[in-house]
């Protein structure tokens, strides 16, 4: 089965970066769209960045900062995280979603299938 597995978290001060990776494996679809996902203490999971058939997207509240990117392969996912704020603190999630056909789509609210345990991110 799916497995992914985070790694990158960690402490920063505020303006610093941290980069993100998400390691999958265990993959039996033809494509994959995968995202960075992150819940704070107390608030809901919100969605970062997605990346799947149209290329990435992500929440208004990190635009210009942080970027997603992934092989081609969707074995490897990263999330680099720039001007890091008090108000980024969170789990860190990488999602991933399988699809049968050659393009894989998952639009926003999309209930990706498979999860990795996450990574905590803290910015002081």
């Known amino acids: 089965h799916v497995q992914l597995v985070e790694s990158g978290g960690g402490s920063v001060q505020a303006g610093g970066s941290l980069r993100l990776s998400c390691t999958a494996s265990?993959?039996?679809?033809?494509?994959?769209?995968m995202g960075w996902f992150r819940q704070a203490p107390g608030k809901e999971r919100e969605e970062v960045a997605v990346?799947?058939?149209?290329?990435?997207r992500y929440a208004d509240s990190v635009k210009g900062r942080f970027t997603i990117d992934k092989d081609e392969a969707d074995t490897t996912l990263d999330l680099q995280m720039n001007s890091l704020k008090p108000e980024d603190t969170a789990m860190y999630f990488c999602?991933?979603?399988?699809?049968?056909?050659?393009?894989?789509?998952?639009?926003?609210?999309?209930?990706?299938?498979?999860w990795g345990r996450g990574t905590q991110v803290t910015v002081s």
């Open positions: 265990g993959y039996t679809y033809s494509s994959y769209c």
């Open positions: 990346i799947d058939a149209d290329g990435p």
């Open positions: 999602a991933a979603e399988g699809c049968t056909g050659h393009d894989c789509y998952c639009t926003v609210g999309w209930e990706f299938a498979f």
